[in-house]
């Protein structure tokens, strides 16, 4: 990289030029690409760190003063940065997430273990079932509507993130908290019957 031609494309990024954008990254992707070949972030692929350090890429830009002379340290920095945060705030959710978790895919019907050949299957099923939806209502109109363009129209998470506008970290968080919610709930409800 050639810091001066860098900061040189700085200035006219900053100035809107978007030849300079896409020169800066151009400039930026064998070390985007590196980072995110090597870093693993639970519930995120590859493309999704990647995309994460060009938005930082372009945070830096936007925040960068071109008079410090620096660009090249400051997004370098800013963008390991960046990763290290997604990575320790994954480490964070992970009491939230693994194989312990009720996890919803496309189809709750899949999530249901299900019997047909007799009949108390068939009645542990609709209970679950009653449980599942009881635990869907107490859900805020945020909530519901992730899960129900999610889990139900199956629209992907980054899909909501654009329909939403809501950025994707804070997408993938919300549905950790909804999985979290409904667990929870399952469980309460599951507590309660065997008490009674």
């Known amino acids: 990289m050639d810091y001066n031609e860098i900061e040189?494309?700085?200035?006219?990024?900053?100035?809107n030029d978007k030849n300079a954008k896409e020169e800066l990254v151009v400039q930026f992707t064998p070390l985007i690409l590196n980072l995110s070949k090597k870093s693993f972030?639970?519930?995120?692929e590859?493309?999704?760190?990647?995309?994460?350090?060009?938005?930082?890429?372009?945070?830096?830009?936007?925040l960068y003063n071109p008079d410090k002379h620096r660009f090249v340290a400051y997004a370098t920095n800013s963008i390991k940065n960046s990763v290290k945060l997604l990575i320790?705030?994954?480490?964070?959710?992970?009491?939230?997430?693994?194989?312990?978790?009720f996890v919803l895919d496309g189809k709750l019907e899949n999530t249901i273990s299900c019997n047909?050949?007799?009949?108390?299957?068939?009645?542990?099923?609709?209970v679950y079932r009653n449980r599942l939806?009881?635990?869907?209502?107490?859900?805020?109109?945020?909530?519901?509507?992730?899960v129900k363009y999610v889990y139900f129209e199956k629209h992907s998470l980054?899909?909501?993130?654009?329909?939403?506008?809501?950025?994707?970290?804070?997408?993938?968080?919300?549905?950790?908290?909804?999985?979290?919610?409904l667990k929870k709930a399952l469980n309460t409800y599951s507590n309660n019957d065997k008490k009674n």
Not at 88 to 94: A, D, F, G
Not at 116 to 126: P, T, V
Not at 133 to 146: I, M, V
């Open 8 to 15: 040189s494309l700085v200035k006219l990024a900053k100035a």
């Open 41 to 44: 972030v639970n519930s995120y």
């Open 46 to 62: 590859f493309a999704d760190i990647k995309n994460e350090c060009y938005h930082t890429l372009f945070k830096c830009l936007s």
């Open 88 to 101: 320790r705030n994954s480490i964070r959710r992970n009491g939230s997430e693994g194989p312990e978790t």
């Open 116 to 126: 047909l050949e007799d009949f108390d299957a068939i009645m542990q099923n609709k």
């Open 133 to 146: 939806s009881a635990a869907l209502q107490d859900l805020s109109s945020t909530e519901s509507e992730l």
């Open 158 to 181: 980054k899909k909501y993130s654009h329909f939403t506008g809501i950025p994707y970290a804070i997408i993938i968080n919300m549905k950790n908290e909804i999985l979290y919610k």
